[in-house]
């Protein structure tokens, strides 16, 4: 009986960083339904925190993917940190907050670094198995 080989360990690291991302999206969706008690218009921010509790999700969903070693969870992973680059970029560089954006911006290039690993990107094509 033959064993299945390793999952490289930046795929599962990249996993516990892309699955924190989605934790804080629906941590911010909560915060954003208490806040909806406090104002007028609840409507249009409950609408909101259930946008970031749906995308939050689908982060938590690839992130909990690259842990468990899902080659499909690969590519969401990677146009999430894309996307959270150009967040940091705006942080960085319009939006005056520039060390939130560079913050951001680390921990993004960490995460994409981990999946472009030569070991990472091996196993996503399956280069290594029988």
């Known amino acids: 009986m033959t064993q299945p080989k390793q999952v490289p360990h930046a795929v599962r690291a990249a996993g516990v960083l892309t699955a924190l991302e989605g934790v804080a999206g629906l941590v911010f969706a909560v915060a954003l339904v208490v806040r909806s008690f406090g104002v007028d218009h609840a409507s249009g921010v409950l609408g909101e925190a259930v946008y970031f509790a749906v995308l939050g999700g689908g982060v938590l969903a690839a992130g909990i993917g ?6 499909w969870a690969r590519t969401p992973s990677i146009v999430v940190q894309l996307l959270l680059l150009g967040v940091a970029w705006y ?26 690993t030569n070991p990472a990107r091996r196993w996503a094509l399956g280069v290594d198995e029988d």
Not at 66 to 71: Q, S
Not at 91 to 116: C, D, E, I, R, T
Request: glycine share 12%; proline share 3%.
């Open 91 to 116: 942080a960085y560089g319009p939006s005056g907050q520039q060390l939130y954006g560079a913050l951001v911006g680390l921990y993004v290039v960490v995460v994409v670094v981990l999946l472009f």
């Open 66 to 71: 690259l842990v468990l070693a899902r080659h």
